[in-house]
């Protein structure tokens, strides 16, 4: 499945987010990442996010969609990271 997930973390955890979230997907602007993820990767990467969460400050939203094909992708001015360059 693709999927497009972002955080908003405390000032102490974002390096951590940023550090879990690229070993699964590619970083695309700040808080954002995207990819495509096997269902037993989604679990692995939300349990290890959970695990440095403080549920009091932090959230995470991800976006999952069936396969890449049916949703548009549009950068406009700088585009950060590289969307082509997926880690797994």
């Known amino acids: ?4 997930l972002v955080y908003d973390a405390g000032e102490k955890r974002v390096q951590k987010f940023h550090k879990i979230c690229r070993k699964y997907l590619t970083w695309v602007q700040l808080s954002v990442f995207e990819g495509e993820l ?5 679990e692995k990467l939300k349990a290890e996010l959970r ?19 049916y949703f548009a992708r ?11 360059e997926i880690i797994l």
């Open 1 to 4: 499945m693709f999927v497009i």
């Open 38 to 42: 096997s269902r037993a990767q989604l």
């Open 51 to 69: 695990d440095v969460m403080d549920f009091e400050e932090d959230s995470v939203i991800i976006y999952q969609f069936r396969s890449k094909r």
């Open 74 to 84: 549009e950068v406009i001015g700088l585009e950060h990271g590289n969307p082509e």
